[in-house]
């Protein structure tokens, strides 16, 4: 029962992160506003971003001692992995390497969480 609590906000919160997002590229790409107005336009799909870690936040606190430690583990080693790679890119970026988006963190902070996860999980089977 807890998860499909669980799965209806984070999908409703990812749902309005992609409409919120499509509106807002949209109104961004009319050009028009001032600088103010652009930013805010431009910030506005991490309203919803904001209710999705929320819904992860209540989530964890809704799990079991063992599967919040195998989260907790995940997360660190997601933690330490994306600091150590991309503080390595930084200095790979001193020597040639293209400049990197920071929309590139979230990627590699997922899936470093991702493996942790199942890491952690075949670790207490």
């Known amino acids: 029962m807890k998860i499909w609590r669980y799965m ?5 919160s990812l749902a309005a992160y992609g409409l919120i997002l499509v509106v807002s590229i ?3 790409d009319d050009g028009g506003g001032g600088r103010a107005w652009r930013t805010a336009i431009s910030l506005s799909p991490m309203l919803p971003a904001g209710l ?3 819904s992860l936040v209540r989530q964890l606190r809704r799990m ?6 195998l989260q907790v583990e995940a997360l660190g080693l997601a933690f330490a992995g994306t600091a150590l790679l991309t503080f390595a890119y930084g200095f790979l970026e001193n020597v040639g390497y ?3 988006s920071m929309f ?3 990627p590699v902070m997922a899936g470093l969480w991702a493996l942790g996860t199942l890491v ?3 670790r207490y089977r």
């Open 104 to 106: 590139a963190v979230w």
């Open 64 to 69: 079991d001692e063992l599967q919040r430690k």
């Open 52 to 54: 999705a870690c929320w």
């Open 120 to 122: 952690a999980h075949l």
């Open 98 to 100: 293209p400049k990197l």
């Open 26 to 28: 949209h109104l961004l």
């Open 8 to 12: 209806a906000e984070m999908g409703g």
